[in-house]
Nanobody, 125 residues
Framework: QAQLAESGGGLVQAGGSLRLSCAAP????????KAWFRQAPGKEREFVAA????????VYGDSVKGRFTISRDNPKNTVSLQMDSLEPEDTAVYFC??????????????????WGQGTQVTVSS
């Protein structure tokens, strides 16, 4: 059962920007790390970025380093993913996730127990 809610996806031209947001209802997630994953048609799920509770140690997948920025607003219980210099290869459904172990910020999807339903990002060439 999805307990996180993503928003902000859409269609953008290559080189453009989009900002995704993830709302985590309930105080249970307020101290959890959060992550973004993505999955393109016919491809495996890919780790995009993760951030710890304090926001002090963001982690990024190699394919998005230097282009994407993950951040969080704890009072609002939201996590954002700013995506710049988008490429057609970034086209995918993007998912927000929270881990089974609250402090985990790794890239293993199996370690994440709570997921949103995803938001589509399409980058045209």
């Amino acid at each position: 059962q999805a307990q996180l809610a993503e928003s902000g996806g859409g269609l953008v031209q290559a080189g453009g920007s989009l900002r995704l947001s993830c709302a985590a209802p309930g105080r249970i997630f307020s101290s959890y790390s959060k992550a973004w994953f993505r999955q393109a048609p016919g491809k495996e799920r890919e780790f995009v970025a993760a951030i710890n509770w304090s926001g002090s140690t963001p982690v990024y997948g190699d394919s998005v380093k230097g282009r994407f920025t993950i951040s969080r607003d704890n009072p609002k219980n939201t996590v954002s993913l700013q995506m710049d210099s988008l490429e057609p290869e970034d086209t995918a459904v993007y998912f927000c996730a929270a881990p089974r172990r609250p402090s985990y910020t790794g890239s293993s999807g199996d370690a994440y127990e709570y997921w949103g339903q995803g938001t589509q990002v399409t980058v045209s060439s």
